[in-house]
Structure formats: structure tokens, C-alpha cells
């Protein structure tokens, strides 16, 4: 951290100074020591000495723009989808360490953490002012507010006289003439490439400023484990150990039984014209239960938006419920976490495909509390003939902000929500050279399809029109084809609703990768989802489809009917 020490070489990061240097009214702020152990580095035990950040003051942008989970994924699914591409990572060592701050800022140290063969070393003994030494911090240490800004701004700019640029999705960079590009988070590199002279470019251009390291054959990137079949065109992601290391962490308690659902299920009962809500009489969590149910949120939602996707609509419903929550909500933390025990190594596949992107929208309505509904999407990438299935870019699981006035209204308010979400990755499949076509949005309600393509007219309602006429002007622009498909196939209904447990055994295959039995097409997609209802289930939704059938009938009735008054006058 500072000038080294006998034959060690030291990274200047830190100047020894003397207290009255220190310009009047300038803060002071102290050291933090870390510790950490990360398996995926060369040198996993690692300690730290980092800035306590929260006694300075810094007023500019602190922003750092990273790329997203969906444009890792959809990087990854253009390696795959290109002829003769190979993936490769690159690590920066102390990225932030390489850059000067514009402004000092200063720390001390207490004397007595300072080993007395440093003291000697600096000599320190006449620096020494009411037990503390004092320092400048001349580079961008770790712990200040503008670290990583400032640091990520220098390594874009350093690249950027390379040929390297940044494209307009964030985190994503492409060279100005060769067939290389890579996604960055931090100081981690996932590089797509065709010819090995282009990552030595890159690499010639890193070593220029930054010490670096290449991995050719990589078996993770940004925590997730990836097994490359460049034979076969696939790739398997994972999380190795991150679910076992949480219980550890939670001290969870296991259970003898398997549970295939990540929340506990309420039998629905059919036929019945009122469904009576269940009212939560228990009492509320203490301030240590609220905080734990915090962190399993916190610690699953990463695990879940990259690989086990199935518990996105238990952390979504207790995740709203935490501040006020009572008893139930921590039973159904504890439920999720006997969930992750019994499937601690979730999987999803990748292969190659044209890159087209297709979204599955469904909303489940009033199924949330205060009157809400509950928006689903699955998103993913398959072939031009809409034939082809494929792990997914995203799947939302979320609740619409507004109270819906009816089904049709919740499921444009879903649609909303999902296109909203697909566009970004649609420029960003579109910078990584894959023209996308009007993208195919499946949903199971034909009268919000009928709204959106005008072909209906609703009720007013503010909150409609403006889901509804922001559809239609995408739609208008080439960006979206709405159409309708039947709700037993929709992969979007998953993250809706709670499911029963025997539900989610059945259709696991469509969403976490099980040997032998995940799906390559649609159809056989398809297969598993009819089959995976109950009798009274797939009753109720037979009846469902052939209402949907009769309104598309007399949709198409009115059609001609309008088209042939038309030609009469």
C-alpha cells in the first residue's frame, strides 16, 4: 500500500505525512481490515486494508456501469451461436489501485497496529501525534465513495485508445475493426473470440497500464461455474457450493423430507365461485427475525437470477411481506431454505440458436396482498421458426404497482412489464451483431391482445390506456408481435402463482437442466407443462381455453363483419 517494504515493491497508494499537513478542515478517516476467502482466485485467502469510506465526503457521480446479468447471458449464447467462437476471462489485479485520485484524501493509523520493523523501516517516530500516524491517500483506494468510478473510468478510457469501446449497453465492448468483444464487471473480462492474435491485443492493450491474468479455458465467470461443449454447442452454468456454504451461513437446521416447491402451497378448491382469502392472525417478527429473513432474500436473489429460477415467486412474496411481516413470513423463509437444501446444485443449458429473442407473458390477478396482482415473464432465445427451447435470459417475477380493475387489464399491465424489460436486451442482442425480428410475445388472454392491437376497445382507465397505447407504439414500430397461446403452455404462469409441490417436480425440466429430460423444442416443452397439471386442473383450464376460442371466434366475426360493411358502402 505504500512504498514497499525491503524487497517487497510497494503500489504507492499511501504516503507517510506528517499531521500538520494535513490542509485545515479536511477529514480524516480510518483503516478497515478485511478478510476473505475466494475460492476462484489463484490466492484465495486474502486480507485487506481498505478505506472507512463513510467518514469522507464526496459530492460527484459514483455511478459505475456494469454489465447485467441478461447481457452475460445473451454473451454467452453468442459464443455459442457463432461459428468457430471460444470464451476466455481476464482478471485485473488491484484495478483501483492503478488510478490517482483528483483530490487527496487522508487517514491515520492507530501506532499500535503498525508492526515496529515498519516504523523503523519509515521512520515514523517523529510522525507519531496522540498515538495515531497520519497518511495521503494518493490513488483510488478501496473504500472511498469515488473508487470505482474513478477507476472504471480510466480503464474505459485507457481501452478506448486501443480500438476498444464501450457500446450503448452498458458493460459491453466491441473493437473498432476485429471480431472480439467482452462483457465487464468490475475488473473481470468475458471475452468472446474467433482468433487467438485478437485476445493477445487485448491483452497487449490491459498490460499496457494494468497487471492482468487470461484464463483460455475458464470454468467460471462472476461466480457462476460454466462447462463449455464447443462440440455439441452447449453450456451449462451452475453454482457450485454457494447453496451448501448458505446453510452453513443460516445454520439451517435439514430436514428428512424433500421439498420440490419453494413455498408452501394452498390447495385450491375447484368449483367453488368464492375463494376465501386466509387471514394472518400470527404475530409479528422481532427486529433479529426481520433482519434474518433479510439476508436469506439478499443471499438467494443472486443464486435465483442466474440459475435456480423457480424461486424467484417464494423470494418475491416474502420479500414484500418482511417489514410488516409476521411468523408466516419466517416459516416460509424456512420453507425456502429447506427448498435450497433439497436441491442444492440447480443447473440451466445453453445452446446455440439464432439468437432471436421470445418472451411468455402471464399475470396472475388479485393473487397479492392489498388487492395487487402479480406480473410473470420467461424470456428467452430460440431459432427464426419459433421452434426451439433454451434456458432463459430472465424470468420476472414481480407485483404491478397499481390495483388492476379487471384480469384482461392485469395481463397488459404483465405485457408492459415484460417488454419493458425485453427492449434492452433487444439492443443488446442487436450490438452484439444479431438483427432481431419483430419479437414474439406469447400471452394466454385474447382480449388484452385485442386491446393492445385495437381490435378492442375497453373501459377507460388511465392505468390502461398508458400500458395498453406504450404497447401499441411499439408494436407500430416493428419492435413487437403480440400473440395469443394457450395457458397451459406458458412458461410465464410459473413464476405467477404458488404451485403444488408435485407441479414443480413435473415441470422442473423446463427450468432448471435435468439429464436426459430438459427439453430442446417447444413442442416437447409443451408436452411437460399439459401433462404436468392435475385432472381438476386441466379441467378448469380446458374451460379457459374454450372461452378464449369462442372470444377469438366472435373477435374474427366482428372483423369481417366490419370489413364486409365497409366494401358494401
Known amino acids: 500500500m505504500f512504498q514497499g517494504y525491503k524487497h517487497i515493491e510497494g503500489l504507492d497508494v499511501l504516503e507517510w505525512i506528517y499531521k500538520h499537513e494535513i490542509p485545515p478542515g479536511q477529514k480524516v478517516t480510518y483503516p478497515r481490515y478485511t478478510v476473505d476467502y475466494r475460492p476462484e482466485k489463484d490466492e484465495p485467502f486474502r486480507t485487506r486494508i481498505t478505506a472507512g469510506g463513510n467518514l469522507l465526503d464526496f459530492f460527484g457521480n459514483t455511478t459505475t456501469h456494469s454489465a447485467s446479468m441478461e447481457t452475460i447471458k445473451c454473451h454467452w449464447q453468442s459464443v455459442l451461436s457463432t461459428p468457430g467462437a471460444r470464451y476466455c476471462t481476464a482478471d485485473i489485479s488491484n484495478m483501483y489501485l492503478c488510478s490517482l485520485l483528483p483530490e487527496s484524501q487522508y487517514v491515520r493509523f492507530d501506532v499500535k497496529q503498525i508492526p515496529q520493523e515498519i516504523i523503523d523501516y519509515y521512520d515514523l517516530h517523529d510522525k507519531i501525534h496522540n498515538g495515531y500516524v497520519y497518511a495521503r491517500v494518493k490513488k483510488a483506494w478501496y473504500g472511498l465513495k469515488e473508487a470505482g468510478k474513478i477507476a472504471h473510468d480510466d480503464l474505459v478510457a485507457h481501452l478506448k485508445q486501443y480500438g476498444y469501446f464501450e457500446t450503448t449497453t452498458s458493460g459491453y465492448f466491441r473493437h473498432e475493426s476485429r471480431p472480439i468483444c467482452f462483457t465487464l464487471v468490475v475488473d473481470d473480462f468475458g471475452i468472446k473470440y474467433v482468433n487467438e492474435d485478437d485476445v493477445q491485443d487485448l491483452r497487449h492493450a490491459i498490460e499496457a497500464k494494468y497487471p492482468v491474468k487470461f484464463k483460455m479455458q475458464p470454468t467460471q465467470y462472476i461466480g457462476i461455474n460454466l462447462k463449455w461443449n464447443y462440440t455439441t454447442r452447449e453450456l451449462i452454468c451452475s453454482m457450485d457450493n454457494y447453496i451448501k456454504d448458505a446453510l452453513q451461513e443460516f445454520k439451517h437446521v435439514f430436514s428428512k423430507q424433500h421439498y420440490h416447491a419453494p413455498s408452501k402451497f394452498t390447495p385450491i378448491k375447484y368449483g367453488q365461485r368464492i375463494q376465501y382469502t386466509e387471514t394472518d392472525d400470527n404475530p409479528p417478527m422481532t427486529k433479529d427475525q426481520v433482519k434474518f429473513v433479510q439476508q436469506v432474500t439478499g443471499k438467494l436473489l443472486f443464486y435465483a437470477r442466474a440459475i435456480d429460477n423457480l424461486m424467484l415467486h417464494a423470494l418475491n412474496d416474502i420479500a414484500t411481506k418482511t417489514n410488516q411481516g409476521t411468523t408466516t413470513t419466517l416459516e416460509a423463509a424456512h420453507h425456502l431454505l429447506h427448498y435450497a437444501a433439497s ?146 403452455s406458458n412458461l410465464a404462469e410459473m413464476p405467477t402463482k404458488f404451485h403444488p409441490p408435485q407441479h414443480y417436480r413435473r415441470t422442473r425440466p423446463c427450468y432448471q437442466y435435468v439429464e436426459g429430460k430438459t427439453p430442446r423444442t417447444l413442442s416437447e416443452c409443451t408436452q411437460i407443462l399439459r401433462q404436468a397439471h392435475t385432472p381438476k386442473q386441466q379441467q378448469h383450464m380446458q374451460e379457459c381455453t374454450r372461452m378464449q376460442i369462442q372470444a377469438n371466434i366472435i373477435k374474427i366475426f366482428k372483423r369481417y363483419t366490419h370489413t364486409l360493411l365497409q366494401n358494401t358502402t
Not at 388479485?366 to 420467461?378: D, K, Q
Open 343 to 488: 436441491n442444492p446444485n440447480g443447473q440451466i443449458r445453453f445452446t446455440a440458436s439464432d439468437m432471436v429473442l421470445n418472451c411468455h407473458s402471464d399475470a396472475a390477478y388479485l393473487v397479492a396482498p392489498e388487492s395487487r396482482s402479480r406480473a410473470g415473464g420467461f424470456l428467452f432465445l430460440g431459432d427464426k421458426n419459433r421452434t426451439q427451447f433454451n434456458g432463459p435470459i430472465l424470468v420476472l417475477a414481480k407485483i404491478i404497482k397499481h390495483v388492476m380493475s379487471s384480469a384482461a387489464e392485469a395481463e397488459v399491465g404483465a405485457m408492459f412489464l415484460n417488454a419493458r424489460e425485453a427492449i434492452p436486451i433487444r439492443k443488446c442482442l442487436e450490438n452484439m451483431g444479431h438483427p432481431q425480428p419483430p419479437k414474439q410475445m406469447t400471452v394466454d388472454n385474447c382480449t388484452s391482445i385485442g386491446v393492445v392491437d385495437n381490435t378492442m376497445k375497453q373501459r377507460q382507465s388511465k392505468v390502461f390506456d398508458k400500458n395498453k397505447d406504450w404497447l401499441r407504439d411499439r408494436m407500430l414500430r416493428g419492435q413487437f408481435d403480440f400473440h395469443w397461446g394457450d395457458g397451459k
